[in-house]
């Protein structure tokens, strides 16, 4: 399997801060990355896909970067709805997640 | 509108066995790849593992390789994923989702408990 390291593990941030959440990937994965937000109790939901492209109805302050083995997460302008836990997850070979990042607002 | 239900999940001793299914409509089954996900409680999101469209090329994570088998029938719309041997670290809600290469579509998961 490819492994995902995602960073930090945790963040704790105030509303209207910019976050950035990163992912590296164990060996490069070109732009095969997409990007969870998740609450309890729910099924993930896509935030990017091919490490940049926003998903439709997904707000504009989330975007995404990178490719080969370095990706980022930001939130340019964090809102009180966005706490959440962060997944990336790797699709080039298989589909292995890092291991989440737990935002919380400060 | 593309819906994935799981079902089959609830409480299993351990070394027992269990098959979840994924009913799958509001989309053309056939024409997609499908994964297994599972997240235990209060941890991460583990790929379990995928099925290719015609159901004959299977890839399984590293850390469920052997006691898990996916498996779908076209004809019926529907993805399967029966666990043998099953023990306590195997408790987490199962996730059917379509094409994790686009990974927009998820179900909404089927808890599996092992537990004496």
């Known amino acids: 399997d490819i492994q995902m390291t995602q960073s930090p593990s945790s963040l704790s941030a105030s509303v209207g801060d910019r976050v950035i959440i990163t992912c590296r990937a164990g060996q490069s994965i070109s732009t095969y990355l997409n990007w969870y937000q998740q609450k309890p109790g729910r099924a993930p939901k896509l935030l990017i896909h091919?490490?940049?492209s926003l998903q439709s109805g997904v707000p504009s302050r989330f975007s995404g970067s990178g490719s080969g083995t370095d990706f980022t997460l930001t939130i340019s302008s964090l809102q009180p709805e966005d706490v959440a836990t962060y997944y990336c997850q790797q699709s080039l070979r298989g589909h292995t997640f890092g291991q989440g990042t737990k935002l919380e607002i400060k | 509108e593309v819906q994935l239900v799981e079902s089959g999940g609830g409480l299993v001793q351990p070394g027992g066995s269990l098959r979840l299914s994924c009913a799958a409509s509001g989309f053309t089954f056939s024409n997609f790849w499908l994964s297994w996900v599972r997240q235990a409680p209060g941890k991460g999101l583990e790929w379990v593992g995928n099925i290719n469209t015609d159901g004959n090329y299977i890839t399984y994570g590293d850390s469920v390789k052997g006691r898990f088998t996916i498996s779908r029938d076209n004809a019926e719309n529907s993805l399967y994923l029966q666990i043998n041997s099953l023990r306590a670290e195997d408790t987490a809600v199962y996730y059917c989702a379509k094409d994790l290469r686009r990974g927009s579509d998820w179900g909404q998961g089927t808890l599996v408990t092992v537990s004496s």
């Open positions: 091919a490490a940049s």
